[in-house]
Antibody, heavy 120, light 110 residues
Framework: EVQLVESGGGLVQPGRSLRLSCTASGFTFADYDMSWFRQAPGKGLEWVGFIRSRAYGGTIEYAATVKGRFIISREDSKSIAYLQMKSLEIEDTAVYYC???????????WGQGTLVTVSS | QSVLTQPPSVSAAPGQKVTISCSGGSSNIGKNFVSWYQHLPGTAPKLLIYGNNKRPSGIPDRFSGFKSATSATLDITGLQTGDEADYYCVTWDNTLSAVVFGGGTRVTVL
């Protein structure tokens, strides 16, 4: 079964950092692009960024709202994608999801999400 | 506000049909494939439609997608109580170099 599990969420103070993990199973992780999304309380889904597979250069794209503060990386040997979040702001409070990305086939599946709360 | 425009809510009785619209522009829907997602709060979003009108395995044919020019639609026929959820359209925007979402549409079964 193809599965993604996010971890690493929690309560963090403004200005601090946090790293989320997305652990994959059931497919050859190295062959796929991986993407991160979030949903703030009472808001819709928002794209955070994605990292392409090594076959496509491993390049990374970010949403303008997080560019320069968030870093996406991957460790293919462990089937894990990471979201390193720095200089966190209250507005970054959200449930963060990871999803497998396929250029012409959408984002599927998604993980259950991990909650990040930025508060003093 | 969202790059793609969806109605905040639609509703219909069980067994009826709802249509969710998604309006964009020449740099997003006009040039790229659209996908649709179903999201129940607290759960993982689910892919319903990719490539404008294709269903992943396991998605019933009650769900259908259509794209024309800079707009897309999602039809849900034979509405069931289990279809109550938020629905999002998604595509790539060539100008923003970003994945863009609609604001989401809440489907209510009356």
């Amino acid at each position: 079964e193809v599965q993604l599990v996010e971890s690493g969420g929690g309560l963090v103070q403004p200005g601090r950092s946090l790293r989320l993990s997305c652990t994959a199973s059931g497919f050859t992780f190295a062959d796929y692009d991986m993407s991160w999304f979030r949903q703030a309380p009472g808001k819709g889904l928002e794209w955070v960024g994605f990292i392409r597979s090594r076959a496509y250069g491993g390049t990374i794209e970010y949403a303008a709202t997080v560019k320069g503060r968030f870093i996406i990386s991957r460790e293919d040997s462990k089937s894990i994608a990471y979201l390193q979040m720095k200089s966190l702001e209250i507005e970054d409070t959200a449930v963060y999801y990871c999803a497998r990305a396929q250029a012409l086939r959408g984002f599927d599946p998604w993980g259950q999400g991990t909650l990040v709360t930025v508060s003093s | 506000q969202s790059v793609l425009t969806q109605p905040p809510s639609v509703s219909a009785a069980p067994g009826q049909k709802v249509t969710i619209s998604c309006s964009g522009g020449s740099s997003n829907i006009g040039k790229n494939f659209v996908s649709w997602y179903q999201h129940l709060p607290g759960t993982a979003p689910k892919l319903l439609i990719y490539g404008n009108n294709k269903r992943p395995s396991g998605i019933p044919d009650r769900f259908s997608g259509f794209k024309s020019a800079t707009s897309a639609t999602l039809d849900i026929t034979g509405l069931q109580t289990g279809d109550e959820a938020d629905y999002y359209c998604v595509t790539w925007d060539n100008t923003l170099s970003a994945v863009v979402f609609g604001g989401g549409t809440r489907v209510t079964v009356l």
